[in-house]
């Protein structure tokens, strides 16, 4: 029950709650400290009366001293070094009369009484507590004098043994240790010691004082806490929270995200993140829905010449009209083919471009081994020669990237390039840095060069500028190159040669 109570609370509430039950178990804790000080208090200074009664029991016993009031009287000046560090020393004989009071050292009893009478009687012993309670005699709403203590005391279990109260009003704090005289087996009288224990009150005052003082402090860092937790930490959270919902729902509301992201801490920086990460997520969604619609739409051309070509093939009996129609039909075929098949590669890409980490890595040696591959195939195939250009002849043009895909890069731009170009033409890969230390790629061919004007439509979907035997590509090649390129931080821009004939893409990779 505790634990799904804590689970439907929020974080601010949970906080509250928690030092909530602390409050509540240390104050409880601090109840009974205050509840068990006092009487430790009174019972150390109890411990030394009961040592001064029990000696001067001793004196009176040894000296034969009677309960008489010249008796008493002398025995008090003699020995009144006993009592220096005591207020008062009081003894009565067996009837409770006072016979000898420190105090005063006068026998009117009259003077002795009024000064004990007591506004508040608290007994420590409990039995005897008890007994005093329910006698008739005695009413705590009352005034109780000592006198009566004594008459309780004198038929109380606690009778022989040294017994304590306090009495305390307005202005002081009394302590009072009383104890019986006998000799022979008989009682002679009654020996009390006095004591302001002030003191004690003070201690326990103090300690109250400052446990309050502490609470205090204590709920007001709590309080400023709390509302440093809430301002600044769960309304954000809150704030970010509410952001993923709006996202999730698709719903139009405005969010204050841009806040968050203004902040320096750690909280702003998720705010960042999770808005890039929103930002990229929508636009692949975008790119996926826009990609798909561009694929349905190139499909469903080569798909209408297909459905042509097969009804006019299956009516027409010329064999050079049926060579024709099955060349078509090869050709979408193709097409077809090779749009699903290049389109299942990009979604492929996409996936590992996600899990890929940049490195540095020598683009004149994945130039090199591209080039390398390329000429092995087209050279002999077709007479197209491709050289690596690199007129500072350095060992290392080192760029941030992923080595497999810039080998996709170069690759693509080649094949784009021998699209274009007539056998035995010559297409040129020059590799160089500038003054700013970034490294160029340059691609150059000598085929028909782009019949645009804003050459950066080529690195749309499915570039409409095609070569005759476009089955063989399916449009995608130079987007592609595009999606990488920026992937790496650099940038592509395409033109035609000033000199001659042909094409020219070139790409600028960022300084390390």
């Known amino acids: 029950m505790f634990n799904n109570l804590l689970k439907s609370l929020s974080i601010l509430k949970k906080f509250l709650f928690i030092n909530l039950i602390i409050f509540i178990i240390l104050g409880s804790f601090t109840v009974l400290y205050i509840k068990n000080v006092k009487p430790n208090l009174i019972q150390k200074k109890t411990a030394n009366h009961i040592?001064?009664?029990?000696?001067?029991?001793?004196?009176?016993?040894?000296?034969?001293?009677?309960?008489?009031?010249?008796?008493?009287?002398?025995?008090?000046?003699?020995?009144?070094?006993?009592?220096?560090?005591?207020?008062?020393?009081?003894?009565?004989?067996?009837?409770?009369?006072?016979?000898?009071?420190?105090?005063?050292?006068?026998?009117?009893p009259r003077s002795f009484s009024k000064r004990l009478d007591i506004v508040q009687l608290e007994i420590l012993n409990e039995k005897t507590s008890k007994k005093i309670t329910e006698s008739k005699n005695l009413n705590k709403e009352k005034t109780i004098s000592l006198k009566d203590i004594l008459s309780h005391y004198s038929w109380s279990k606690n009778f022989g043994k040294p017994y304590t109260f306090t009495q305390e009003n307005y202005e002081q704090f009394l302590l009072t240790t009383i104890k019986n005289v006998t000799f022979e087996g008989k009682n002679i009288g009654y020996l009390a010691i006095s004591e302001n224990?002030?003191?004690?009150?003070?201690?326990?005052?103090?300690?109250?004082?400052?446990?309050?003082?502490?609470?205090?402090?204590?709920?007001?860092?709590i309080f400023i806490f709390s509302f440093v937790l809430n301002r600044y930490f769960l309304k954000p959270i809150k704030n970010l929270v509410i952001y993923t919902k709006i996202i999730k729902e698709k719903s139009r509301k405005k969010t204050n995200i841009n806040e968050l992201k203004s902040r320096n801490d750690e909280l702003g920086v998720l705010a960042t993140s999770l808005d890039d990460m929103t930002y990229e997520l929508q636009k692949r969604i975008s790119h996926a829905e826009n990609f798909s619609t561009d694929l349905v739409h190139e499909i469903r051309n080569p798909l209408t010449?297909?459905?042509?070509?097969?009804?006019?093939?299956?009516?027409?009996?010329?064999?050079?009209?049926?060579?024709?129609?099955?060349?078509?039909?090869?050709?979408?075929?193709?097409?077809?083919?090779?749009l699903i098949t290049d389109y299942s590669q990009m979604l492929k890409d996409e996936v590992?471009?996600?899990?890929?980490?940049?490195?540095?890595?020598?683009?004149k040696l994945i130039a090199k081994?591209?080039?390398?591959?390329?000429?092995?195939?087209?050279?002999?195939?077709?007479?197209?020669?491709?050289?690596?250009?690199?007129?500072k002849n350095l060992e290392e043009y080192l760029i941030n990237g992923i080595e497999n895909r810039i080998e996709q890069i170069i690759a693509n731009l080649l094949d784009n390039s021998i699209s274009f170009s007539n056998d035995n033409q010559e297409i040129l890969v020059e590799i160089f840095k500038d003054s700013e230390k970034k490294t160029f790629l340059k691609v150059m061919d000598q085929g028909r060069g782009f019949k645009e004007k804003n050459t950066d439509k080529i690195f749309s979907r499915f570039y409409s500028n095609r070569p005759d035997k476009f089955g063989e590509h399916s449009g995608l090649g130079l987007n592609i190159v595009k999606n990488l390129v920026d992937l790496h931080g650099a940038t592509i821009s395409a033109s035609n040669n000033r000199e001659q004939k042909g094409a020219n893409v070139e790409i600028i990779f960022p300084k390390i």
Not at 197 to 220: Q, W
Not at 352 to 363: D, F, G
Not at 372 to 391: T, V
Request: proline share 1%; glycine share 2%; net charge neutral.
């Open 51 to 108: 040592k001064i009664i029990d000696n001067t029991i001793d004196h009176i016993l040894r000296l034969k001293i009677k309960f008489e009031e010249e008796d008493i009287r002398r025995f008090l000046f003699s020995t009144r070094f006993l009592f220096q560090n005591l207020d008062r020393v009081i003894l009565f004989d067996n009837q409770f009369n006072l016979v000898g009071d420190t105090d005063t050292l006068d026998l009117d």
């Open 197 to 221: 224990a002030n003191d004690i009150r003070s201690a326990i005052d103090e300690r109250k004082s400052f446990i309050l003082r502490t609470a205090f402090v204590v709920a007001i860092v």
């Open 369 to 391: 081994s591209v080039v390398d591959d390329f000429n092995n195939i087209y050279e002999a195939k077709r007479g197209i020669k491709i050289k690596l250009i690199d007129n």
């Open 305 to 338: 010449s297909l459905k042509s070509a097969s009804e006019i093939l299956h009516e027409t009996e010329e064999p050079a009209q049926r060579s024709k129609l099955i060349g078509i039909l090869n050709h979408d075929v193709q097409r077809i083919e090779r």
């Open 352 to 363: 590992a471009l996600s899990k890929e980490k940049m490195r540095k890595i020598n683009l």
